[in-house]
């Protein structure tokens, strides 16, 4: 109880962190929240509800990793939770406002709880979680900066919170403070590299499918593409 | 019916179709917090046939449909209630199988877990199938005051969940069409699924663009508040199914708090 407690305590400090970051860092004259048009709503609920189904039979997987591995299938599912936190960093890259990963995140676990997630009802805390922290990654650099670097720091940070519930739901919370620190360090590599290998490919597929109009990364788009520069969602 | 047609909506006249929204979502919550409560056998014995009758009488849900529904968990629940009673240490010997020592104590925190993950399971079933989503929306505005534009984005969702799956058909059959042979190894099905990403959000971005036009057209979002004329609310079944949750998880954690039980118990002899 006292290492949730203790680790309670550091993420508080570090989220209180990132508000300070983001207050220095964001656009000045900008709000602190910015309400989200009517278009990013949808697709935040879209992409949310997408990589939640698609999800679920990951979380089955995960379930059967630590049913015939035990501690080490706990180890091993980590590594493939870069797909679950995929959401939050798309849905921030693609709108580019405060609270937008978080929404999608929440929506992701939503689904993930409609489609048959063997987790249940913790699944929509997971969701909320891992989304908050995916914004704060985004928040560090107030919302402005969008390359590869900061893509990875949404995903690796979208477990940070998330752990904690799901380390008491599974019972690994026995297992010692460095088995779980390893275990959210393999989170945190994996959810960094799901969001460099997906987020803009995907993102610049959808550009190009011309179903992100009225979007700040398809505005983007189409300023570089009108000046004759590279569209910097290409640019690392 | 599949399995996850099992976990869909369906219209019913059972007294959890009855219940509001909120009252089934404090029940959910309240349910998972109690599983969440402790890892000892008795008490998610307990709270498992609770559930169970809950499903059967309650929401009247058929032995047949939980089974369908649940049958994959109940799988990897009981290889998961073996495996960890084999490989768990303990220090009472309860019986040996094979040669091999069956412990008291690693038994009864395997049948907890598994119980545990069994028992969110039926709940969040009985919650999907007699919840219909347009009425949660709703209650979400007008009884969890949620603002209506982000209740709304949870509707779309709600609504989209169900039509993935047939979405997913239509983009394999139109590449089975193309000659992209199915995948049946699991790399292969990995595969199959980044070819479907795309596909899949093109399409209900697409959709859903539409839908956005269509709300736009009828001033969706012009006033701050909405009305609505059928919204469900909290009536007298309601409020005592809440009560009694709350009840039993305040009653269950102070217990808890206080000594009475412990968080972890074993039938074993100290």
Redesign the interface.
Known sequence: MSAAFIYLVMAAIAIAIAAILYLVNREPGRAFFIGFTLIEIVIMAVIGAINGVLGTPNAMMGRLFMTFSGSYGFLAFAAICGGFYVAGPLCGYIIRKPGAATIAETMNGVAQLLSGNPNGLPVLAAGFLQGFMSDVGFAIYGYKRWTLSVLALSGALAPLLQQIPEVYFFGFGDMGISYNLLALVIRMISGAVYAIILVKPITMALVKAGVLRGTAVAKEEAGGLASGSQPKAMQG | MT??NV??FRAGKSVFHRLDPMSKLIW??GV?LLA?GA?IAWIQIVISFVILATALFLARLSPAEILK?TW??IA?CS??FV??SV?LPGSTIAFRVFSISIYAESAD?ALA?SLR?YT??L??MVF?RTTDPRDLAIALVTQAHIPY??A???F???R??PT??EEIKIIRAAHAVRGVARQRSITGRIGE?QR???P???G???R??M??MS??GRA??AYPQRVFVDAPRMRASGLVISISTIVAVVAWYSALGLGYVHPIYVFAPA
Do not use: D
Request: proline fraction near 2%; charged fraction near 10%.
């Open positions: 399995r996850g976990f869909q959910l919550l998972s969440f890892y529904g994959p968990f990897a290889s998961f495996i960890q490989t925190y877990s993950i969110i399971i709940s969040s999907v534009r982000i709304y984005a949870f779309i969702a709600l989209i969940v993935i799956e699924m479907y990403v795309i899949l959000l093109v209900s971005l697409r859903a663009s839908m956005v709300m736009e969706f979002g």
